[in-house]
């Protein structure tokens, strides 16, 4: 906007040049004319100029002009040997047709090629498809921590579970070596056993280190939030997933999407910026007739500057102030391509730019309600799963009780019980996945109807203006005109409504008859699983056991994910 506004700025220039001529002259030097002409031109020059110009909103241009040149020659019949001669000119040219009026101006700028929009107006546009830019971004960014979030808060229970596992594994291993030693057991089992605690004992290396495991997940947190790779410390997250079943009503998600989104937001500038550049691209289509006026004071001086008391062209600036010698020059210009091809070539273009920035817009708010759609789809999928995955791993952790006690009773064999130790820790890391694809699922919704920064508390807001900026507001404050009557104050037609607060809450209420009556909210509760042991000395299989992090379940608000460190 800034440089837009430029382009009005009032702008100053200046010349000075010196000038040498020794030029033969083609003359008779014998003849009855050489006393009178010489055989050689030799002068001395000088020619300085200074101008300000100015270029106002309705297209008119202002200069005033001061030009002094200084000449020293050999020519004859001259009152001085040197003299100055010089004027100053006021000049203001006016459009009347082509390149008049603000609203012109105010959107193209002051070009006159047609298809060429650099105005005020439209760098306001461009300034607001910036910001829209800018809080698209920041929205990825949100949604990137919170994914990051959730992953690494899964990779915890996934390690919790595997851990459990492991326990397990361990004890079913190591109560089958007694059972070898005292002459009950067979090697068999043994092995299997053994062979099962190493299966758990890889994964929960896995766990930690692997491509998808919790160090690599913490240190893309890291990344993500902006702390260094490592400093001797884990970050864990502290809030506890969302399980409890979340209802939108479609129709305010949906009016909420088409009103928040960024993108939709965006395209509107850029819908908005195409009808200004039609509008520009129509008023340009004129002929070019401006009106220009001139004004001169000219003078002729010995010298450039002497006393207010010398005689008649002793200097040059008393004669310019004198006011003895003045000129004056009035008349109009006009300017008109035949047929005005390139003018009308920019009114073409400017209509198809417009038709398909409509037609983006249209197809992106299609596009934003099929998206909302299968997002809402999502969550109640996920939530389903979540409960179908719970439950199924209740029935493993009833199929562990049953199979152990009926294994230690010598009633079945060691090799259903190893299958539901697998499939209890296989169902539990299931749950744990469906309950973060059910808040990553929320998350996507929230994305989807343009929420997010909200739904995490994340505000954008631009800063207060400079101290320089409201001293000069309030020194041009003091030139401009107070109107008493609020009808006699002339404000052009806005071109945005205000700033956007994409944090604002937004109204999600649910109408009373949006649940079904018969339709029931389940909240799960937490999984109670065997405590999890740091696994500290030598195990019977004689190996060292290494102390692995433990997860623990502190609860916080689920809306704004916290991490400690």
Known sequence: TEAALAAFDAQFSQQLFWTKTDQPNNVDRGGFTA???????????????????????????????HVVNYNRSNQPFRAFKSDFIGWVEAEWRQP????????????????????????????????DVALADFESSMITLVADVEQAYWELSNSYRVLEATLKGRVAALQTFQYQQVRLEV????????????????QFQAQVESALGGTQGLYALEQRLRY???MTATDGRLVKPTSTPMDARVVFDWNSALGQALERRVEIRRQKFNVKRRELELTASRLNRRPRLDFLGQYRWRGLGDHLIGD??????????????????????AGLEMNLPVGLRAASVAVAHAKLNLHRERAILAESELRIS??????????????????TNYNRYLADLNQVEVLERRYRDGSDNINFLLQAQRQVVTSEIEFYRSMTNYNLAVRDLHRQKGSLLAYNQVQLAEGGWSAGAIHDARHVGRFLTPYGSPADVSRPAPITAGGFDPSAVQNSTVPPNAIPADSTIEILPEPVGEPVPTGEGESATGQEQVAEPEPDDAALPSSVPGTTA
Not at 183 to 197: F, L, N, P
Not at 308 to 329: A, H, R, V
Not at 370 to 387: I, K, P
Request: no cysteine; hydrophobic share 30%; charged share 15%.
């Open 370 to 387: 099929h998206d909302l759609s299968d997002t809402a789809r999502q969550v109640q999928l996920t939530h389903q799963l979540m409960e």
């Open 183 to 198: 002459g009950t057991g067979r090697r068999d089992e043994q092995a299997q056993a053994q062979s099962q605690y190493y």
């Open 308 to 329: 207010s008391d010398s005689p008649e062209l002793d200097n040059l600036y008393q004669s310019i102030t004198d006011g003895n010698y003045q000129e004056w020059q």
């Open 96 to 127: 009347l047709m082509q390149g008049a009026g603000t609203t012109y101006n105010r959107i193209a700028g002051p070009t006159t090629v047609p298809g060429q929009y650099n105005g005020v107006l439209i760098a306001r546009v461009n300034e």
């Open 224 to 226: 993500l939030i902006g």
């Open 35 to 65: 006393e009178f002409t010489l055989p050689a031109s030799q002068a001395t020059g000088a020619n300085y100029s200074a101008e300000l110009s100015k270029q106002t909103a309705q297209g008119a241009q202002f200069a005033l002009r």
